[in-house]
Structures are given as C-alpha cells and as structure tokens.
C-alpha cells in the first residue's frame, strides 16, 4: 500500500501563518476534500505536497517511485501545442510513443507516397503494438470527449479560457498517478461532464485531494474531510453531510465547554475582587487557578470564528426589469439568440444553464447593455439598477490597498437598519482583518479576491444583481451565506452556474441554452429539469430498443438468396485469409524495396477491408440462420 504522510508542517504568507504543526495521511482509496474559508491556506497545502524542498527535510514523506499529478487553480498550458500534445506532457514511454504515432501519422496523411514517412508510421504502428499504446489513446481521447473537447488537433492558443482548463484537467486525469490533486475541478464544467468525474473519481485506483466548492460533488465523492481553520486541520471520517454532522455536534460540545469556563471565569473574578484579606495555601492556589483560567477565556475570545455577514440595504425597484422582444444576436454564422421574447419582472430569481459556448454569459452581457442585439428590442425599468458580477474580475489594480480599493467604490453605505457603515466595517464584515485591509490587493488569495469583488459589487447597493459563475473559487462558507442573501434579495436575480446545489436554493426557473439560439424556459428547479431530461432520456431508449427488437424479429428468417450467399461466403473467406496471410509474409521479408513495401501494403489494405467485410456479412447471416 502507497502512502503520503505530512509531518508538522507549517506554512506562513508574508507575515501571517496560514496553519502550523499541520500532520495526516493520505492512502490509496481516499477522497480527501479539503475545505475551508478563502485565505486560511487550503491552495498553499496543496502545493505544499509537490514541494520537493519539503520532501528533502521528511516534512512530506512517501515511496521513490510515488507519482503525484496537480490540477493547479491556474493551470499553464503551451499555447503552440496541439490539445494532444498538451495531454502528452509527460516523459514516461508510453506517451512518447502515443505522441510519435500521432507525429507519424500526420506526416503519413499529408504525403503517403514518400517512403520515410511509411517507414515512420509503419515503426510507430509497431511500437504501440507493442506498448498497447492504442488503449492509452482510446482512453485519452475518451476524457476528452466526456471533458467537452472534441478538435484533439485544434491549437491551445485557439481554445477558451474554459477549454483550457477542461483540458489541463484531462492531462491530470490519464496520468495514472499515485494522488491526484485537484485544485477546483468542476470549474467550467457542465452537469453531464461532472457527473462523469464523479464515476471517474470514484472508481480511480490512486487517492484523490480535492477542493471544491461544489456541495453535491464534494458529498458525492468526499470518503474524508479536511477542514483548515484557527490555523489547524480538522480531520473528519465520511462525506460533506457527513462533516456538517459531526462539525454540529463537536461546535455545540465547544461552545457548552466555553460557556462553563466563562461561568466559572465570573465566579473566580467576583472573588478575586472581594479582596479576601487573609489568604492562606489554599487562597494562593485559587489566585494561580483563576490566573490559568483567565488566559483560557482570552484565548477563546481571541481564536472564536468570525461569521461573515451581508447586511447592506438595496436601493428600491419597480415591476419592470428587463423586457426583450423578438430579440436576436449572431456573430457570424453562429446564432446565439434567435427571436428570443422574454420579460423578467420584479422578485424573479432565474437561473441560466446549458452548453460552454451556448451564449449564457453574453446573455448577462446583453441585459447589463454591454452587448448590442443583432435585432429586436431590450427594454430596462427605469429604477433598475445593475449589480454585474462577472467571471473575470474588473477593475481591480493588484498595486492598490484593499482599503482604498473598497473605499473609491463606496463608503457610509446604509444597512438594512438604515445605519450608515464605513468601507472597514464593510471589509471586517466580509472578514478582512485589520492587517488585510491594509494589505496590497495582490497579496490576497484568489478567492479573497472575489470575495472582495463581491463585496464591491454589493455595497453599490444593486436591485438587480447579474451573477455569472459566481460560485467559482468561492468558498463553501462565503457561498452559503450569499445564498441566504440572495434568497430574502427583494429584487430580480438572473444566474449563470453549472452548480447545481447553487441553482436549487436561489432559483425560482431556468433558461435552458441549447445551442443554435434555441432557449427553453423550463419552471422549476435545476434537479427538477436534470430529473425530467433523464426520464425522457429513459423512455426514449425504451422506444429505439422495441423498435429494433421489431426490425430484428421480422429480419430473422434468411430467404433463399441469402443462404446462398451464406455458402458461398465461406470460401471466399478461406481465400482471402491466405492472401492476406502471404501479403504479410511477403512484407516481413521485402528489405529496403520501399516502392515493393509500399505496393504490397497497399495491396494488404485492400484485402484486409474486403475480409472484414465478408466477415462481418458472414457474421450476421449466420446469427440470423441460428
């Protein structure tokens, strides 16, 4: 059994200690999810693990031959590469041979008539014969595809953000590693492609370090959880449920323990204050106790978790939001929307899903009027006013301090008690300390940066918030606490998220992007919808698989014609497996002839077509004849 153990390990940014004295171990069938607020450490962790100066002084400790393979939150890829020759990074033999074979196999394709690049392909053929390299291939190709990739020559340079990341995380997945470690890897995925990681995680032979803020996936994959808080790790045994259970019980058992130390406290203050006069051993000894006792209340006080908080009042909003009639957009040949009619009133709360690429995020852009239509009319209510909380942060410069950040956006920003609150007690809500507030805005951690984002976007006090992906790199806490925003948000909210837990607390209904224009409104939730798709899905196959049961039945009987050519396809078989068999031998024996070798291929070729046809003939006449 493989092992990674982690030994007292301790981490600190700039100043700050992230976590300290930090030990576990990971086995080959965990599923370990790593979970904790943005900023406490949880990317630092992970990178830790790939320390090689850490693996020199035991602080990581595992086998030689080990293997580790790391989605990272920003993965690089080589923009000149092709999607398979970013996949085929590694060094190991088995893709070496896979990368010759496609390399041969292009040159063969363009000039075949040229003897090297026979000789060439023919020897790649040969050296994935003998690797299995074409189940390695098949296996590349089939993540892929299940990943939504599906132009394996295309260019990375060519490929979306989101592409990119789809395909850094097929490079992780066909490594075969000992521990595969996954920085965020639902991002950018839709429902059928998570659901496919799922089976894929759950049934992969190494161990597998994940953070996510995926709820539903983390519950589905999750037999371990790590939770990195007060600068500690929390260990606990079983799935994301599982973990909120036992996380319950042991707060409650704290905060009963805390409140008997405080009681206590208050007791052992009145007496120290009484003064008693004459005090003996006995006295003395209570004085040391309460002594102990009171740097035990301290510190309580000083590592209790803070909760953050969204108490910021929203500007008054009318019924009309957004009306959109007849409404088209194309780029080129591709038609995003198409006769699209749609009102969107006061108090919806609508979810949007479907294909990357489908037009979901340029949909917000149109409603945000950062995108002209092709045709047709948008309409906005006059008291509308736009909070827009996109995928890619905007106007944030890495040089500024957190404070003045905040502080140019809006300041004395109105509660909803109608007490006015200055940008640092805006940012001490969100749970930026003292320190941080001070901090340069490039010192945060990515998900303290959208957090921040958000709370830029929320103090500008918005009646109509335009969220898309907001989930992303969020924390599982931040995200459960703006979805309790968003479910009491008096006004209209329209969300882009492949986050399914997401989407089921905060929606209402969804627009469905099918592609090609085609929008459906579906009323409901998003696992209503994923319910009645699989349903269709079901009684569909039920119709194909009766119909061809059908067809199979009446085709049963062979005519006469067909016994005959039954017979007769018998010898023919016969005869071309001794062509093909003398071909080969003829081919193994040929030297440097490249204009024979090349004759005699194609000569082989063709003979090997007409035989698997026969036989494949043979083969359904003979079943039928049973």
């Given at each position: 059994m493989k092992m990674l153990s982690v030994n007292k390990l301790q981490q600190s940014f700039g100043a700050r200690t992230l976590f300290s004295d930090v030990s576990f171990k990971i086995g080959d069938q965990d599923r370990?999810?790593?979970?904790?607020?943005?900023?406490?450490?949880?990317?630092?962790?992970?990178?830790?693990?790939?320390?090689?100066?850490?693996?020199?002084?035991?602080?990581?400790?595992?086998?030689?031959?080990?293997?580790?393979?790391?989605?990272?939150?920003?993965?690089?890829?080589?923009?000149?590469?092709?999607?398979?020759?970013?996949?085929?990074?590694?060094?190991?033999?088995?893709?070496?041979?896979?990368?010759?074979?496609?390399?041969?196999?292009?040159?063969?394709?363009?000039?075949?008539?040229?003897?090297?690049?026979?000789?060439?392909?023919?020897?790649?053929?040969?050296?994935?014969?003998?690797l299995d390299g074409w189940e390695f291939q098949s296996t590349v190709e089939t993540i892929l595809t299940k990943l939504g990739i599906t132009q394996f020559q295309q260019k990375v340079a060519a490929l979306s953000g989101g592409q990119k990341r789809r395909v850094s995380l097929a490079q992780v997945l066909v490594s075969n590693s000992d521990l595969l470690i996954l920085d965020e890897p639902t991002n950018h995925l839709d429902e059928e492609a998570i659901a496919w990681l799922k089976t894929f995680l759950n049934n992969y032979a190494g161990a597998v370090l994940f953070v996510t803020h995926d709820r539903y996936f983390l519950n589905a994959v999750a037999n371990r959880i790590l939770e990195i808080s007060q600068q500690k790790i929390n260990k606990y045994t079983g799935n994301y449920e599982t973990y909120l259970q036992q996380k319950a019980q042991n707060e409650a058992t704290l905060a009963?323990?805390?409140?008997?130390?405080?009681?206590?406290?208050?007791?052992?203050?009145?007496?120290?204050?009484?003064?008693?006069?004459?005090?003996?051993?006995?006295?003395?000894?209570?004085?040391?106790?309460?002594?102990?006792?009171?740097?035990?209340?301290?510190?309580?006080?000083?590592?209790?978790?803070?909760?953050?908080?969204?108490d910021i009042a929203q500007q008054r909003l009318g019924k009309d939001v957004f009306n959109l009639e007849n409404s088209s957009l194309q780029f080129g040949t591709q038609v995003l929307l198409k006769n699209l009619s749609l009102r969107i009133n006061s108090g919806e709360h609508l979810g949007i899903i479907g294909a990357n690429g489908a037009g979901k995020s340029t949909f917000l852009n149109i409603l945000a009027q950062r995108q002209q239509l092709t045709s047709g009319l948008l309409e906005v209510g006059q008291t509308v006013k736009v909070g827009y909380y996109t995928q890619q942060i905007e106007a944030m410069d890495a040089n500024q301090r957190?404070?003045?950040?905040?502080?140019?956006?809006?300041?004395?920003?109105?509660?909803?008690?109608?007490?006015?609150?200055?940008?640092?007690?805006?940012?001490?809500?969100?749970?930026?300390?003292?320190?941080?507030?001070?901090?340069?805005?490039?010192?945060?951690?990515?998900?303290?940066?959208?957090?921040?984002?958000?709370?830029?976007?929320?103090?500008?006090?918005?009646?109509?918030?335009?969220?898309?992906?907001?989930?992303?790199?969020?924390?599982?806490?931040?995200?459960?606490?703006?979805?309790?925003?968003?479910?009491?948000?008096?006004?209209?909210?329209?969300?882009?998220?492949?986050?399914?837990?997401?989407?089921?607390?905060?929606?209402?209904?969804?627009?469905?992007?099918?592609?090609?224009?085609?929008?459906?409104?579906y009323w409901g939730t998003y696992s209503d919808y994923l319910q009645r798709a699989t349903s269709q899905h079901k009684e569909v196959t039920k119709i194909k698989v009766a119909?061809?049961?059908?067809?199979?039945?009446?085709?049963?009987?062979?005519?006469?014609?067909?016994?005959?050519?039954?017979?007769?396809?018998?010898?023919?078989?016969?005869?071309?497996?001794?062509?093909?068999?003398?071909?080969?031998?003829?081919?193994?024996?040929?030297?440097?002839?490249?204009?024979?070798?090349?004759?005699?291929?194609?000569?082989?070729?063709?003979?090997?077509?007409?035989?698997?046809?026969?036989?494949?003939?043979?083969?359904?006449?003979?079943?039928?004849?049973?």
């Open positions: 370990i999810g790593l979970v904790g607020l943005n900023g406490v450490g949880k990317t630092t962790l992970l990178n830790s693990l790939v320390d090689e100066r850490l693996n020199k002084n035991k602080t990581i400790e595992h086998q030689n031959d080990y293997q580790i393979s790391y989605l990272r939150q920003n993965p690089q890829l080589e923009e000149d590469s092709t999607v398979l020759e970013a996949i085929l990074q590694g060094k190991e033999p088995l893709y070496e041979t896979v990368r010759q074979y496609e390399l041969a196999l292009m040159h063969y394709s363009q000039d075949s008539d040229n003897p090297q690049n026979y000789q060439r392909f023919f020897k790649a053929q040969e050296q994935m014969d003998r009963a323990t805390n409140r008997h130390q405080r009681n206590l406290y208050r007791h052992e203050l009145a007496w120290v204050k009484a003064g008693v006069q004459a005090r003996g051993t006995k006295q003395n000894a209570r004085v040391e106790r309460f002594k102990e006792l009171s740097q035990k209340v301290k510190h309580q006080q000083n590592t209790e978790s803070k909760e953050l908080t969204i957190v404070f003045n950040y905040l502080e140019d956006i809006g300041q004395n920003v109105p509660n909803t008690a109608g007490v006015t609150m200055s940008a640092s007690k805006l940012l001490e809500q969100f749970l930026f300390s003292p320190q941080q507030q001070g901090a340069f805005i490039r010192d945060l951690s990515g998900g303290e940066k959208r957090r921040l984002y958000l709370l830029a976007i929320l103090i500008q006090q918005p009646n109509v918030l335009l969220l898309d992906e907001p989930t992303n790199n969020l924390d599982i806490e931040t995200m459960t606490i703006l979805e309790n925003y968003i479910e009491h948000f008096a006004g209209a909210v329209i969300t882009v998220s492949h986050d399914r837990y997401f989407l089921d607390k905060i929606t209402d209904d969804l627009l469905i992007f099918h592609g090609h224009g085609h929008i459906e409104r119909k061809q049961s059908q067809e199979n039945s009446s085709k049963n009987k062979l005519t006469y014609a067909q016994r005959l050519e039954l017979q007769e396809l018998e010898p023919q078989i016969t005869t071309l497996e001794r062509q093909q068999q003398d071909l080969q031998n003829q081919l193994s024996n040929v030297g440097n002839d490249y204009q024979k070798l090349l004759k005699l291929q194609k000569q082989l070729n063709d003979i090997t077509d007409e035989l698997d046809e026969a036989s494949e003939r043979w083969l359904e006449l003979a079943e039928r004849d049973e």
